[in-house]
């Protein structure tokens, strides 16, 4: 295992049955796993985020 897979946290998520089935539907029409389709719209979320309220900086480490 790489360091960039050391990096990686896991997130679970609660979803409905009808959303997930569409998810799955919008991931298969764009040629793309599910999590790489979330990590997307994640990474889109916060760059809009960002061009709205400024960068969010990372967290100081706490001693």
């Known amino acids: 295992?790489?360091?960039?897979m050391k990096e990686q946290k896991h997130l679970s998520?609660?979803?409905d049955e009808?959303?997930?089935r569409k998810f799955r539907?919008?991931?298969e029409y764009e040629g793309r796993?599910?999590?790489?389709?979330?990590?997307?719209y994640i990474?889109?979320?916060?760059?809009e985020?960002?061009?709205?309220h400024g960068q969010i900086e990372p967290e100081q480490e706490k001693h």
Do not use: S
């Not at 295992?1 to 960039?4: E, K, S």
């Not at 985020?49 to 709205?52: A, N, P, R, S």
């Open 25 to 27: 539907y919008v991931c």
């Open 49 to 52: 985020f960002e061009k709205e």
């Open 13 to 15: 998520l609660r979803i």
């Open 33 to 40: 796993l599910a999590n790489r389709q979330l990590l997307i």
């Open 1 to 4: 295992m790489g360091a960039f």
């Open 18 to 20: 009808e959303m997930l």
């Open 43 to 47: 990474r889109t979320a916060i760059a």
